[in-house]
């Protein structure tokens, strides 16, 4: 821990302190969202968290080859939506901004594509943004930063988001006594933050109705943060042609459970010491997603897992070529290549949910009889 992190970490404990000192507990929702994105010390504000010597390893960070498979998907589908141009290709969450440079280096091979994107960032830590910039600068992309989707006018568009859902905040309820409490964040008596209960804001009927006959202190999670993101993604869907490509690990629920986690230095972490210093993440409720982008007028394929997407896609294929071309890279691309697609690594638990617009045939690899429930 470096100083200055040790002091900002600290910081955000004492403001978190006060508050819940001053104004009760904070919902597990609430207390994400602070440690993540608080404009001071959230986690994502203040750290670069990624790679090697962060937090956590993502798939884009893995290989070049997953961005590229990406990039060739966003080709295939902006002919099936009719070649618009310009066209928004959105990013959100973007990190260091690999995937969107690998993406729009194998745009390339389409080059009236590569003409026609425009790159828009969805973004909420300024330094990200300065390092996105700088992953950008060297393919000549002039990206437009946003705070969120809904700034973007509306139109045709490509949307990907690979290991953002599970950074948007989650609620978890905990079945007692036949009724459900939720989950909040209190003071201990020695001031110390401690895991309480709190009067749902979601009512039984909505609870009891997603997750019917759970047993006595299960815990059962839900995410209107991420609910509400896959609303506004099929809004834009349902106005223009456009499709949305999400990744990131999870599962197709509701299912009970706790998933909650928090990460630092790549080891898991007390999600309650520390705040604004560790990841804190929950696996993504696949089914909620589709639901919600279906109410709101767009189709959803999927999920499939992340190994199969790619596979089908094409990727082993593009490892063997990229080989051939460099093969004092052979052994890092298939490193590279086992560890996205392997079931035992990123290659089950993580999975891809595509969005379409209505009347789209389905996007590749996606079948048809694949839409999501
Ligand atoms: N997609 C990248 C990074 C994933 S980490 C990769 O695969 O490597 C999550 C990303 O989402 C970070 O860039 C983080 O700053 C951003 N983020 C998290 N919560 C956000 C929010 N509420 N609004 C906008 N960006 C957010």
């Known amino acids: 821990m470096t100083e200055k992190g040790s002091r900002q970490a600290t910081d955000l404990l004492a403001r978190l302190q006060a508050r819940i000192a001053a104004d009760g507990p904070i919902p597990l929702d609430a207390y994400m969202a602070a440690c993540l994105t608080d404009p001071a010390h959230g986690y994502y504000l203040s750290a670069d968290p990624f790679g090697r010597g962060g937090d956590f390893v993502t798939a884009p960070e893995v290989s070049q080859l997953f961005g590229e498979i990406v990039g060739a998907w966003c080709a295939h589908m902006w002919e099936a939506i009719g070649r618009p141009a310009p066209v928004p290709l959105i990013e959100l969450g973007p990190g260091r901004g690999t995937l969107m440079a690998d993406m729009l280096r194998a745009a390339r091979a389409l080059p009236a594509f590569a003409e026609a994107i425009e790159v828009h960032l969805v973004e909420a830590s300024p330094k990200l943004r300065a390092v996105q910039a700088a ?7 002039a990206p437009l930063w946003h705070d969120d989707l809904d700034a973007i006018p509306p139109g045709p568009c490509l949307v990907v988001a690979n290991e953002f859902f599970d950074a948007l905040p989650i609620r978890q309820h905990v079945r007692r006594a036949g009724t459900w409490r939720e989950r909040a964040v209190g003071l201990d008596d020695a001031g110390t933050l401690c895991w309480t209960e709190i009067a749902p804001r979601q009512t039984t009927a909505e609870l009891d109705a997603a997750f019917p006959d759970v047993a006595e202190g299960t815990i059962v999670e839900t995410s209107p943060a991420r609910t509400e993101m896959a609303r506004q993604i099929a809004r834009r869907l349902a106005q223009a042609p456009g499709v949305a490509l999400i990744i990131d690990y999870g599962y197709a629920g509701p299912i009970a459970g706790d998933s909650f986690q928090a990460v630092r230095r790549h080891a898991y972490a007390d999600p309650l010491k520390a705040p604004g210093e560790a990841d804190l993440t929950a696996h993504v409720d696949f ?10 007028g767009a189709a959803a394929f999927g999920p499939l897992p992340q190994g199969m997407f790619l596979e089908q896609l094409g990727i082993a294929l593009r ?19 086992s560890r996205l697609v392997s079931p035992d690594q990123m290659g089950s638990l993580f999975k891809c949910l595509a969005l379409a617009s209505l009347g789209l045939p389905a996007p590749p690899p996606f079948a048809a009889g694949n839409a999501a429930r």
Do not use: H
């Open 287 to 296: 089914a909620a997603l589709a639901e919600s982008a279906r109410k709101a």
């Open 135 to 141: 992953s950008l600068a060297p393919l000549g992309a």
């Open 319 to 337: 490892a063997d070529r990229l080989a051939a071309a460099r093969p004092d890279k052979r052994a890092e691309l298939e490193a590279g290549l």
